[in-house]
């Protein structure tokens, strides 16, 4: 079963890629200017993840793709990387699925030379453990 926070990373890595979300009752496309602010989601994310993981609001998915995010949520779904680009992607726990990837329409991906997307990062923390790092190798000499 995937996790909310699951569904939530993979929509904010698709979000970075500039795929936008599909809400189908009301026949429009969402997608942030911005998802991520320093060590955390920014306020528009918050509010499209608000709205799209709400059942009330219907039917709402990655373009792209045939999963719901109220499916992605459920207990018939995991979230895990892409053979092909290492982006997370919706899998079937029980039962079969086509085997494409959100990333199977985006020409320039997967992209080596540009920075992949991302999760927020607590840069203090993120320091703290380099410096740790730094420590223990200079140690080791």
């Not at 992607?89 to 992209?111: A, F, H, K, M």
């Amino acid at each position: 079963m995937a996790s909310s926070e699951a569904v939530k990373k993979y929509l904010a890595y698709w979000f970075q890629l500039q795929k936008p979300v599909i809400i189908a009752r009301q026949n429009k496309a969402i997608l942030p200017q911005k998802v991520i602010m320093g060590d955390r989601y920014s306020v528009e994310f918050e509010r499209c993840w608000n709205l799209v993981s709400d059942p009330a609001t219907g039917d709402c998915y990655v373009q792209g793709t045939t999963q719901t995010i109220q499916e992605l949520l459920s207990s018939k779904w995991n979230i895990s990387d892409c053979a092909r680009c290492t982006m997370p992607v919706p899998i079937i726990e029980v039962g079969s699925q086509e085997s494409s990837c959100v990333c199977n329409d985006l020409d320039n991906w997967p992209n080596n030379e540009l920075p992949s997307p991302r999760q927020p990062i607590e840069n203090g923390k993120a320091l703290k453990d380099i410096h740790r790092r730094l420590n223990r190798t200079s140690q080791s000499f």
